[in-house]
């Protein structure tokens, strides 16, 4: 492939090669125009983007890579680290380059392309003439790689700037980060590559990087080098370090591993780089174990909000239904982690459970991590917050307008900014919608171009409307996916009788016309939902869905001096759906039935904490 070649912007990629049952749309042929997705990406580029800007360089990012670029100076940490120097700062630039990428190839922002150009600059000037990049190694550690592997995050600082790279690549064409980022992946070949150095690091990241990097490049010997990181690991070459060999899953093999274990944000990325080279090898074991640790995640490791993490000490997954909704750890980064995770696994098998599992992770526990105004931000996402709790310093429990480890802030960027390529998938056969949003949707099928409308008020409003307004004259099949929670929908199509479809696919083959319509209606009743029995911390309580949303009660919301402790919820009477338009258009909330004949509202919870550091809960008493 020659490099300045737009090959069309997918943040995920797999070559025609690659066993894959779907195929991603590039993100210049899918566009979100209004809706609540229309807003919530408005809000990122007008406001998240810029304000992460203005935090790298507040807390020293840009400052510790002009650093290794021969500034004077010390390597600085955010004010609120307590004076931590955190080896993985790098990562926090890349990741905020990445979203720029996405959001330049939508369309140009004279402001952002600026700080985007004096950023690229920095890291140009940065790296050495060996290829070598990295601030914290320059800075502190002497100018000496690779001596601190499980704790040194240099791969995984690597990995971040590929993947920035091949964003500008796909989304703009513009090859410069790709020029550094290849030069730094080479440095790392030569020592660790094919007859050299057994290493692996210890925050896993840089395999689905470098599966990305050969497909964006041809270069085979970039898949090579993630498949040997990936089986090297599990033989304990980390050592047991202050939590163990699982913590960074060197416990046991990449294809062997019954079950998620260790820090989740490490799993789960470590999972994406075993299912991008699975794709591309053919290699069915390797898939399968990823398949198998996945589908133990969701069973007995995942909470409601698709949060995952019970254990504060490591951001670790605990045992099997260790859910404490108090207690819950659910880092915005490990549900994001797990979108980029399912959204591989339905690329690779297209399975609608894995386009289900986006769904309730993005909708609830990742845009919990972000507030309505787009400039705050959690780090850890409980299920519930006490009215009264012991001393905490002032601020505790608010979303925070940067964090000294801001891994989630730069993350939570970049998946919205790629939000439009998770929606749809289209391959000869057809056209696949798996998330719902009023958008435009072009791609190639068999026989020529087609192009869809689809209107909706999701996830408010259980109608999808989609519209063809473009086709060729050849049959090909439009599939839409019936989420599990769904327990009644309909699907007409061109005018004809709804036809009642379960959940799962409800596709339909025909030689489609310009102006036909098809039109899913997915009943949206409040759904009382009760815990498995097994989760000891909520014996005895139910929680409250609707559609796609899982909702929560806030003390802000509840009369007097009515205390969210001793809330009962009304087995007798149903909660019911009510508009909440100050949570914006078409906003619905839920009238919660309590004990005593009351009623309290609930709000989805990814709106909890906008309006201060009050109590919630998710799982209410019976």
Known sequence: MILGEVTGARCVQPSPAARSALRPIPAARVSIHDGFWGERLRVNRERTIPHGFAQLLRAGNLDNLRLAAGAAGTYRADADSGGSLLPFLDSDVYKWLEAAGWELGRGDDPGLRSSADEAIAVLARAQRPDGYLNSFVEAVHGGRPYTDLPWGHEFYCAGHLVQAAVAWHRALGDDRLLTIAVRAVDHIDREFGAGGRDGIDGHPGIEMALAELARTTGEDRHLALAARMLDLRGRGSLGAGRFGAAYWQDHEPVRYAAEVAGHSVRQLYLDCGAVDVAVELGDEELLAAARRRWHDMVRTRRYLTGGLGSRHRDEAFGDPY?????????????????????????????????????????????????????????????????????????????????????????????????????????????????????????????????????????????????????????????????????????????????????????????????????????????????????????????????????????????????????????????????????????????????????????????????????????????
């Open 322 to 622: 260790e859910l404490p909704p108090d207690r819950a750890y659910a880092e915005t980064c490990a549900a994001i982690a797990s979108v980029m995770l399912s959204w591989r696994l339905l690329l690779a098998t297209g399975e609608p459970c894995h386009a289900d599992a986006i769904e309730r992770a993005v909708y609830n526990g990742v845009l919990s991590g972000l507030s309505r105004s787009g400039t705050e931000f959690f780090y850890v996402n409980p299920l519930q917050r006490r009215t009264h709790r012991t001393f905490e310093p002032a601020g505790h429990g608010r979303r925070m307008p940067w964090q000294s480890c801001a891994c989630c802030p730069p993350n939570l960027m970049r998946l919205l900014s790629s939000w439009q390529q998770y929606l749809a998938t289209g391959d000869d056969a057809g056209i696949q919608l798996h998330q719902y949003a009023p958008a435009l949707v072009r791609t190639s099928v068999a026989g020529g171009e087609a192009e869809l409308e689809v209107r909706t008020g999701y996830p408010w409003d259980g109608r999808v409307d989609v519209r063809v307004a473009r086709t060729p004259d050849h049959p090909w099949t439009l599939s839409l996916r019936v989420p599990r929670w769904c327990g009644s929908a309909t699907l007409s199509v061109a005018g004809g009788a709804p036809v009642e479809v379960a959940a799962g696919v409800a596709d339909r083959t025909r030689a489609w016309r310009p102006g036909d319509e098809v039109v899913l209606r997915l009943d949206m009743p409040v759904r009382r939902t009760e815990p498995d029995p097994r989760v000891d911390a909520v014996r005895g309580c139910v929680a409250l869905e609707r559609g796609p949303l899982v909702y929560c009660v806030e003390s802000a919301d509840l009369p007097g001096s009515a205390e969210l402790e001793d809330l009962r919820l009304d087995p007798a009477r149903e909660p019911l759906a009510s508009p909440r338009p100050e949570l914006g258009d078409g906003a619905v909330g839920v009238d919660v039935p309590v004990a005593g004949g009351g009623t309290v509202p609930a709000v989805p919870y990814h709106c909890w904490g906008n309006r201060g550091a009050g109590g919630m809960r998710v799982w209410l008493p019976r």
